[in-house]
């Protein structure tokens, strides 16, 4: 597995931002209902997105990128 950036600067400047405004969010619910998952589950999807923003790295992207490619891979192969 090759994990190098496929987001770009400004890309990843979006994913931090709303990755920590959606953590701070769930954070401050979940200090009032603690009992609520929901809550947790968007603090937990808000980490990943600033863990893309740090590294500059979508795993969502590089698969749309990998089926596309093999989407031409195999329309060439069907020219030919």
Known sequence: ???KPNIGI?????RLTC??????WSTAKLAKK??????LMVAMM????????????CPVTDLMQQSQDMN???KQDNRE
């Open 19 to 24: 990755g920590f405004t959606m953590l701070a």
């Open 10 to 14: 400004v890309n990843a400047l979006i």
């Open 1 to 3: 597995m090759n994990v």
């Open 72 to 74: 031409r891979q195999n």
């Open 34 to 39: 603690p009992n609520r998952s929901r809550y």
């Open 46 to 57: 808000s980490a990943m997105k600033i863990g893309e923003g740090i590294v500059r790295y």
